[in-house]
């Protein structure tokens, strides 16, 4: 009896979970490395190997002193986020389906018309709303009337939601259709057949895969929905972007403030969310500087395509660009809290997310009263 006991030898499984009782974890193991991104080692790689747009130092650290001033007078915080008008208050379920579908179309609003009355526009609560906020005000529109615009078994009902249908919701106040209509179509249609294949139609089972981790959500994103795949090929280097699949997490984030489906640990690791906007801010603050050539293509709004090396260029040199900015405030903050000049003040949380929403709000904000000193680059695309 004792020989074939010991022919047997010990039950390994056994052992195994004697020491994960003991804490000693499993024998020679290495915990996982934490999830990455990496967007800014990409961004780093384009700013590092780019021809036409260039950083000035000297304008950089200017540029992060007027950013925190800004942040400072305004008490920037998440809570921002919910001031909005538009965005949804309520903090459940029904904000994360509002949040995912918004993030889902949050893509290509611009509009080579002229003349700002023509341009596509949504009429609601006697308003009308362009860019970003059009595309809020169609979704809370749509919801009054009753069309569950952000439901995924909806996307999927091609009898229900019908191009017809969609078209409806999107209906402008003028003549200029959404840009891209039939893109955004195809983004819900996608959407719908991967939650309903992978997360059981909800969002939600997508966020808890991410177990707490803000990049293991934007990897998440970028791996399950194609339409959330922003990446491109500059210079030998296959370099992400996942503007829209970052600014969804960081829209969480926000409107939860850190808080039940917006509790990320790493938050931290998101960056800025390149597009065309912020390097048009970046530029009117002196820190962000185009070739001859590149400043006269923008300047006389000639498209460039997506995926060009410009393009390239400037979306990755402006996420590098609020990175430097980003460490600059934090040394500020640094500073100031060792002179304690603000004794028992609340600290100022500064994170990439929050330089591009405040860089966001004061380009828009310069456009409706016509101070923009140079135009945004024109890229037509599904990635920003």
Same mark, same amino acid.
């Given at each position: 009896?004792?020989?074939?006991?010991?022919?047997?030898?010990?039950?390994?499984?056994?052992?195994?979970?004697?020491?994960?009782?003991?804490?000693?974890?499993?024998?020679?193991?290495?915990?996982?490395?934490?999830?990455?991104?990496?967007?800014?080692?990409?961004?780093?790689? $384009?700013?590092?190997?780019?021809?036409?747009?260039?950083?000035?130092?000297?304008?950089?650290?200017?540029?992060?002193? *007027?950013?925190?001033?800004?942040?400072?007078?305004?008490?920037?915080?998440?809570?921002?986020?919910?001031? @909005?008008?538009? @965005? /949804?208050?309520?903090?459940?379920?029904?904000? $994360?389906?509002?949040?995912?579908?918004?993030?889902?179309?949050?893509?290509?609003?611009?509009? %080579?018309?002229?003349?700002?009355?023509?341009?596509?526009?949504?009429?609601?609560?006697?308003?009308?709303?362009?860019?970003?906020?059009?595309?809020?005000?169609?979704?809370?529109?749509?919801?009054?009337?009753?069309?569950?615009?952000?439901?995924?078994?909806?996307?999927?009902?091609?009898?229900?939601?019908?191009?017809? $249908?969609?078209?409806?919701?999107?209906?402008?106040?003028?003549?200029?259709?959404?840009?891209?209509?039939?893109?955004?179509?195809?983004?819900?249609?996608?959407?719908?057949?991967?939650?309903?294949?992978?997360?059981? &139609?909800?969002?939600?089972?997508?966020?808890?895969?991410?177990?707490?981790?803000?990049?293991?959500?934007?990897?998440?994103?970028?791996?399950?929905?194609?339409?959330?795949? %922003?990446?491109?090929?500059?210079?030998?280097?296959?370099?992400?972007?996942?503007?829209?699949?970052?600014?969804?997490?960081?829209?969480?984030?926000? &409107?939860?403030?850190?808080?039940?489906?917006?509790?990320?640990?790493?938050? %931290?690791?998101?960056?800025?969310?390149?597009?065309?906007?912020?390097?048009?801010?970046?530029?009117?603050?002196?820190?962000?500087?185009?070739?001859?050539?590149?400043?006269?293509?923008?300047?006389?709004?000639? /498209?460039?395509?997506?995926?060009?090396?410009?393009? $390239?260029?400037?979306?990755?040199?402006?996420?590098? &660009?609020?990175?430097?900015?980003?460490?600059?405030?934090?040394?500020?903050?640094?500073?100031?809290?060792?002179?304690?000049?603000?004794?028992?003040?609340?600290?100022?949380?500064?994170?990439?997310?929050?330089?591009?929403?405040?860089?966001?709000? *004061?380009?828009?904000?310069?456009?409706?009263?016509?101070?923009?000193?140079?135009? @945004? @680059?024109? *890229?037509?695309?599904?990635?920003?």
């Amino acid at each position: 009896m004792y020989d074939d006991y010991d022919d047997d030898g010990p039950d390994l499984e056994l052992v195994e979970l004697l020491r994960q009782s003991l804490g000693l974890g499993a024998p020679n193991s290495k915990a996982p490395p934490p999830p990455e991104t990496r967007v800014l080692d990409g961004a780093r790689y $384009v700013f590092d190997n780019s021809i036409d747009v260039a950083l000035d130092p000297k304008g950089t650290k200017r540029a992060a002193k *007027t950013i925190w001033k800004m942040m400072q007078e305004k008490r920037y915080s998440t809570e921002t986020w919910s001031e @909005h008008e538009l @965005h /949804p208050k309520a903090k459940d379920e029904s904000t $994360v389906d509002f949040i995912f579908t918004m993030d889902l179309l949050n893509f290509s609003f611009w509009s %080579d018309e002229l003349d700002a009355s023509k341009r596509f526009a949504i009429e609601y609560r006697g308003k009308r709303w362009t860019g970003y906020w059009s595309l809020i005000a169609a979704l809370q529109r749509a919801i009054d009337e009753e069309i569950p615009i952000t439901s995924s078994d909806f996307w999927q009902d091609e009898n229900e939601c019908t191009e017809d $249908v969609l078209r409806h919701v999107f209906r402008s106040a003028t003549n200029e259709e959404i840009p891209l209509l039939q893109e955004r179509i195809a983004c819900l249609r996608e959407a719908g057949t991967v939650l309903y294949k992978k997360y059981q &139609c909800s969002f939600t089972q997508c966020i808890a895969e991410a177990n707490g981790s803000a990049a293991a959500l934007v990897n998440l994103l970028a791996q399950n929905f194609p339409c959330f795949r %922003d990446e491109t090929e500059f210079c030998g280097k296959q370099v992400r972007f996942y503007k829209r699949a970052q600014i969804l997490v960081a829209d969480l984030w926000a &409107c939860f403030q850190g808080e039940s489906y917006g509790e990320f640990h790493d938050i %931290d690791k998101i960056t800025m969310f390149a597009d065309y906007r912020i390097p048009q801010m970046l530029n009117q603050l002196g820190c962000l500087l185009y070739s001859p050539p590149l400043e006269s293509i923008i300047r006389m709004r000639k /498209p460039i395509p997506s995926g060009h090396p410009r393009e $390239v260029e400037l979306r990755g040199t402006s996420i590098w &660009c609020v990175e430097l900015i980003r460490r600059e405030i934090e040394t500020l903050q640094q500073q100031a809290n060792g002179n304690r000049i603000e004794e028992g003040a609340k600290p100022i949380q500064v994170n990439a997310i929050l330089i591009d929403f405040l860089l966001y709000d *004061t380009a828009k904000d310069m456009e409706k009263e016509g101070k923009e000193a140079i135009p @945004h @680059h024109r *890229t037509r695309s599904i990635w920003y």
